[in-house]
T-cell receptor, first 111, second 117 residues
Framework: AQKITQTQPGMFVQEKEAVTLDCTYD???????LFWYKQPSSGEMIFLIY??????QNATEGRYSLNFQKARKSANLVISASQLGDSAMYFC????????FGAGTTVTVRA | KAGVTQTPRYLIKTRGQQVTLSCSPI?????VSWYQQTPGQGLQFLFE???????NKGNFPGRFSGRQFSNSRSEMNVSTLELGDSALYLC????????????????FGPGTRLTVL
């Protein structure tokens, strides 16, 4: 069974600063995918970034980057140059035909 | 390309009633998955449909069922509603190419917020 752990229930970050959201996972599979989603208060789940277990490079998508440490089983999301619109809930997830989600981290960006 | 659409966006039902939720996937996506999100249990997988067949199922009672049509649109039905069924129901679609586990990105719709009174 796959398990995702996000230990930070909430975080505050100043506008234009970077923030790191922690995610650790547990799986016995050799091949797996890790995803980060953003959920604003409207409820829609927005795909941000993907990291495959065999990818040698850390994934980046614009202001989002994933700090993937396979030996530690961690996949932390880094949001650079935070904007007010980044205020939302962020979920780390693992896919094995279905998505298993962590509990999420609420990010509040302050002006 | 249009995203995943879900209807209705909001629903209010009473205990014992049944409800049907609809999901239209991104064009070309053949896999549709359903998730339930509640404050207490978080996000939980309900089931996945691919080419009109249920491929995976989560740990939910038989009151929760679904189906997929030939155009990949999917419906989810909950019978004999209970107060605990109040939740945000999210639908996600994906290509489900033959790349193996961990290679498929799921794209979500806006969700249907169900309130059971």
């Amino acid at each position: 069974a796959q398990k995702i752990t996000q230990t930070q229930p909430g975080m505050f970050v100043q506008e234009k600063e970077a923030v790191t959201l922690d995610c650790t996972y547990d799986t016995s599979d050799q091949s797996y995918g890790l995803f980060w989603y953003k959920q604003p208060s409207s409820g829609e789940m927005i795909f941000l970034i993907y990291q495959g277990s065999y990818d040698e490079q850390n994934a980046t998508e614009g202001r989002y980057s994933l700090n993937f440490q396979k030996a530690r089983k961690s996949a932390n999301l880094v949001i650079s140059a935070s904007q007010l619109g980044d205020s939302a809930m962020y979920f780390c997830a693992m896919e094995d035909y279905k998505l298993s989600f962590g509990a999420g981290t609420t990010v509040t960006v302050r002006a | 390309k249009a995203g995943v659409t879900q209807t209705p966006r909001y629903l209010i039902k009473t205990r014992g009633q049944q409800v049907t939720l609809s999901c239209s996937p991104i064009s070309g996506h053949r896999s549709v998955s359903w998730y339930q999100q509640t404050p207490g249990q978080g996000l939980q997988f309900l089931f996945e449909y691919f080419s009109e067949t249920q491929r995976n199922k989560g740990n939910f009672p038989g009151r929760f069922s679904g189906r997929q049509f030939s155009n990949s649109r999917s419906e989810m039905n909950v019978s004999t509603l209970e107060l605990g069924d109040s939740a945000l129901y999210l639908c996600a679609s994906s290509l489900r190419l033959a790349g193996g586990p961990g290679t498929d990105t799921q794209y979500f719709g806006p969700g249907t917020r169900l309130t059971v009174l």
